[in-house]
C-alpha cells in the first residue's frame, strides 16, 4: 500500500492492532512495563501522557540503532521513557539527562530509578525546560522533547541556537499530531467541553511549531503519522 498515513481503523480496531503488534515484538523489560502499570493507575487524564509500549518499543529499538552517548529528555513525568532510554543504553551506560518541572512526577521517577538501578545513569533536573535548558552545557545524541506543547519552538530554538545537538545527533519531538487537532480542529468536539478551548490554542501553536521545523533552514526535517505524531530533526 501507498497511503501517507495510518490505516482508516475504528478506535477499537486501534486499540486491538496495537494489542496484536505488542504480541508479536520482543518482549519489554520488566522495569519499563512496571512502571507503565504504575502510571496507569494515575488520573486518567495523567495517564494519555505517557507512551505506550508499543511506543516504548519503537523508542528503545530506536535509540539501540543510534548508540547515542548523552541523551537529553524534556517531560520526565513518571520516568517511563527514560527507564527506555537506560534499558537501550545500559551496557554502554550512556548518560541521559530528563528535566521536569513538577516535583511530584520527578518523585515517581526518581523512585522507579532507584527501584531498577538507574539512579547511577539517569539524572534529573527540575524547573521549567526552557528555564534548564541554559544549564546544560556540552552535546547530546539523542534529545527526546515531550514537555509543554506550546513551548515546542522555543526548544527547538535554543537547542539548534545554542549547538546542544551533536553533528549527527537526532531530536525526537512527541505528540506532534495533538489528537489530530493540527490537521483537524473540528475534533475538539469529541473532547469535555471544559478543555476544548486550551486545547485548540495548543493547536495552534503546534501547528506553527510544525511550520517552523519544517522550514527551519539549518535541519532535515520528517513528520511520521505514528502515535500521537513524531518528528525526527537532524542537522544538514
Known amino acids: 500500500m501507498r497511503d501517507s498515513c495510518m490505516l482508516p481503523f475504528t478506535k477499537e480496531q486501534i486499540a486491538t492492532t496495537g494489542e496484536y503488534c505488542e504480541k508479536r515484538s520482543s518482549p519489554l523489560p520488566a522495569s519499563i512495563l512496571e512502571q507503565i502499570k504504575f502510571t496507569d493507575q494515575l488520573h486518567k487524564d495523567e495517564v494519555v501522557m505517557a507512551p505506550s509500549e508499543s511506543q516504548c518499543a519503537w523508542l528503545m529499538r530506536f535509540t539501540q540503532a543510534l548508540r547515542p552517548k548523552r541523551i537529553l529528555e524534556l517531560g520526565t513525568f513518571t520516568g517511563v521513557s527514560a527507564l527506555v532510554f537506560y534499558e537501550a543504553t545500559k551496557e554502554a551506560q550512556a548518560e541521559i539527562v530528563s528535566m521536569d518541572m513538577s516535583e511530584t512526577y520527578l518523585q515517581y521517577a526518581q523512585d522507579a530509578f532507584r527501584r531498577y538501578g538507574a539512579e547511577h545513569q539517569i539524572k534529573t533536573v527540575k524547573g521549567p525546560c526552557l528555564e534548564m535548558l541554559p544549564t546544560l552545557t556540552g552535546q547530546f545524541d539523542l534529545i527526546y522533547i515531550d514537555a509543554a ?3 515546542y519552538e522555543s526548544y527547538t530554538r535554543y537547542i539548534l541556537d545554542h549547538k546542544l545537538l551533536s553533528p549527527h545527533g537526532v531530536i525526537l519531538v512527541d505528540d506532534v499530531l495533538l489528537e489530530g487537532l493540527v490537521v483537524d480542529p473540528s475534533i475538539a468536539k469529541n473532547f469535555p467541553e471544559e478543555i476544548r478551548e486550551p486545547y485548540l ?7 506553527a511549531f510544525n511550520r517552523y521545523a519544517a522550514k527551519e533552514p ?3 526535517t520528517t513528520m511520521i503519522p505514528l502515535f500521537n505524531g513524531i518528528t525526527q530533526i537532524m542537522w544538514k
Open 149 to 151: 506543547e506550546e513551548e
Open 201 to 207: 490554542a495548543i493547536a495552534d501553536k503546534m501547528d
Open 218 to 220: 539549518r535541519v532535515t
